[in-house]
């Protein structure tokens, strides 16, 4: 099934992962640089301002913006991918830059795709490089210092946001030693997990020097783990049955509250026409998605070692739905109690998670929900103990992102 392909070939992925041997990374990146992360369901530019001092390293942020066109999704028209895909982020960037006085050519623009991309350079790696083209002609015509314009591996995004969160919480600094967290990052395609300790058979240790101290770094990805594509994983395990599984995913609204005849379980793709939730069989397809990955032997090291485990992105969105922030083992609980029983969605879904009730994320928050306690705490799953986990959405004020970690880090 291709589902289990993709998510088979995010393991394989694991074996291939660079060799890191002595690398280091650099020192002596531009004082500036506008990091482009390029996501599944979007980009987002973020503007730092990097300074290196003997044993200190700092990046702050000093400007953020978004467009909602996905660099992945250019591709039937590629040549589209630099005017309608950055150009707006451009616009926005220089706009600013005059405000604070800063000239264009002081700023190294970096474009770095993440999963999105990852899938098209597989499957269509012309199309991948025909964006790619299209985006280096608009930096170029926009009269900008580009530097890296690629696709980032899933293993070093997920080294980039473990630097980020450490260094955000102090655990970076020079001085005074402290103990490492882990992280999970879960995006829409995409899942990585870096931890700071013992790698499992086949995955190298990166080093990362830092504010003169050297730290190795177990990054772990999977394409195909993201939630959108984990959920969509799980749809084409329930319609390869015969009884309408995908229903159980998603809370009954036979009264069609906010106007909803059917839920948008897929981005548009796929309509879920009634839903009759029920935590242990929309648990079981889930697992069905996960358990290929053997991800209880890669999380190993993690559970014995008893490391905090920082949730971001969609690990944070969905705990924060379901308000068990700082009570993770609850979810299943309320997710029972919430998804399950006669018109579960118009009263005790929509009201509870306060979402707008034509939002996909409120039609999927119980799928999603499910997925998240699947993946971290289910038999297919990490396993890890609730007491290990928490999520955020900022760290000392700052919202986590591997872009700044890339910022830290030079390049």
Same mark, same amino acid.
């Given at each position: 099934?291709?589902?289990?392909?993709?998510?088979r070939?995010?393991?394989?992925?694991?074996?291939?992962?660079?060799?890191?041997?002595?690398?280091?990374?650099?020192?002596?990146?531009?004082r500036y640089?506008?990091?482009?992360?390029?996501?599944?369901?979007?980009?987002r530019?973020?503007l730092y301002?990097?300074?290196?001092?003997?044993?200190?390293?700092?990046?702050?942020?000093?400007?953020?913006a978004?467009?909602?066109?996905?660099?992945?999704?250019?591709?039937?028209?590629?040549?589209?991918?630099?005017?309608?895909?950055?150009?707006?982020l451009?616009?926005?960037?220089?706009?600013?830059?005059?405000?604070?006085?800063?000239?264009?050519?002081?700023?190294?623009?970096?474009?770095?795709?993440t999963?999105?991309?990852?899938?098209?350079?597989?499957d269509n790696?012309?199309a991948?490089?025909?964006?790619?083209?299209?985006?280096?002609h608009?930096?170029?015509?926009?009269g900008?210092?580009?530097?890296?314009?690629?696709?980032?591996?899933?293993?070093?995004?997920?080294?980039?946001?473990?630097?980020?969160?450490n260094? &955000?919480? /102090?655990?970076?600094?020079?001085?005074?030693?402290? %103990?490492?967290?882990? @992280? =999970?990052?879960?995006? *829409?395609?995409?899942?990585?997990?870096a931890?700071?300790?013992?790698?499992?058979?086949?995955?190298?240790?990166?080093?990362?020097?830092?504010?003169?101290r050297?730290?190795?770094v177990?990054?772990?990805?999977?394409?195909g783990?993201?939630?959108?594509?984990?959920?969509?994983?799980?749809?084409?395990?329930?319609?390869?049955?015969?009884?309408a599984?995908?229903?159980?995913?998603y809370?009954?609204?036979?009264?069609?509250?906010?106007?909803?005849?059917?839920?948008?379980?897929?981005?548009?793709?796929?309509?879920?026409?009634?839903?009759?939730?029920?935590?242990?069989q929309?648990?079981?397809?889930y697992?069905?998605?996960i358990?290929?990955?053997?991800?209880?032997?890669?999380a190993?090291?993690?559970?014995?070692?008893?490391?905090? &485990?920082? /949730?971001?992105?969609?690990?944070?969105?969905?705990? %924060?739905?379901w308000? @068990? =922030?700082?009570?993770? *083992?609850?979810?299943a609980?309320?997710?029972?109690?919430?998804c399950?029983?006669?018109?579960?969605?118009?009263?005790?879904?929509?009201?509870?998670?306060?979402?707008?009730l034509?939002?996909?994320?409120?039609?999927?928050?119980?799928?999603?929900?499910?997925?998240?306690?699947?993946?971290?705490?289910?038999?297919?799953?990490?396993?890890?103990?609730?007491a290990?986990?928490?999520?955020v959405?900022?760290?000392?004020?700052?919202p986590?992102?591997?872009?700044?970690?890339?910022?830290?880090l030079?390049?």
């Open positions: 099934m291709q589902h289990l392909a993709l998510l070939a995010g393991l394989a992925s694991l074996a291939l992962l660079l060799c890191p041997g002595s690398q280091t990374f650099a020192d002596d990146a531009a640089l506008a990091v482009i992360d390029a996501g599944s369901s979007g980009s530019l973020h301002e990097r300074t290196a001092a003997e044993r200190s390293v700092d990046a702050k942020q000093l400007f953020e978004r467009a909602s066109e996905a660099l992945a999704s250019f591709e039937r028209s590629p040549s589209e991918a630099g005017p309608r895909g950055i150009q707006p451009l616009e926005q960037l220089f706009a600013r830059l005059t405000s604070l006085n800063i000239e264009r050519g002081a700023v190294h623009v970096h474009v770095l795709a999963a999105g991309m990852r899938r098209l350079d597989a790696p012309a991948a490089q025909a964006i790619y083209q299209s985006v280096r608009t930096l170029a015509s926009a900008v210092a580009a530097r890296r314009i690629e696709t980032l591996s899933g293993r070093l995004e997920g080294v980039y946001a473990w630097v980020d969160v260094d &955000l919480s /102090g655990a970076l600094a020079s001085t005074p030693a402290r %103990a490492t967290v882990a @992280v =999970i990052e879960v995006g *829409g395609a995409s899942a990585q997990l931890y700071s300790g013992e790698a499992p058979a086949g995955a190298p240790l990166t080093p990362v020097l830092l504010n003169g050297s730290h190795q177990v990054s772990l990805t999977w394409l783990l993201g939630q959108d594509e984990a959920r969509r994983a799980m749809i084409n395990v329930a319609r390869s049955r015969s009884n599984d995908e229903e159980q995913c809370p009954d609204n036979r009264k069609a509250t906010g106007g909803l005849s059917t839920f948008d379980a897929d981005g548009s793709r796929y309509l879920v026409n009634r839903g009759r939730f029920s935590f242990e929309c648990s079981a397809m697992d069905a998605v358990r290929p990955l053997g991800l209880p032997a890669l190993t090291a993690l559970r014995e070692a008893k490391l905090p &485990l920082i /949730g971001l992105a969609s690990v944070y969105f969905s705990l %924060a739905d308000q @068990v =922030i700082g009570q993770p *083992g609850s979810l609980s309320t997710l029972r109690g919430r399950e029983g006669e018109d579960a969605y118009g009263d005790k879904v929509v009201d509870f998670i306060r979402r707008d034509k939002h996909r994320f409120a039609q999927t928050a119980c799928a999603n929900g499910t997925f998240m306690h699947a993946l971290l705490f289910g038999p297919a799953g990490l396993r890890v103990n609730p290990q986990v928490s999520a959405a900022s760290i000392n004020g700052q986590p992102s591997w872009a700044r970690g890339f910022a830290l030079g390049r």
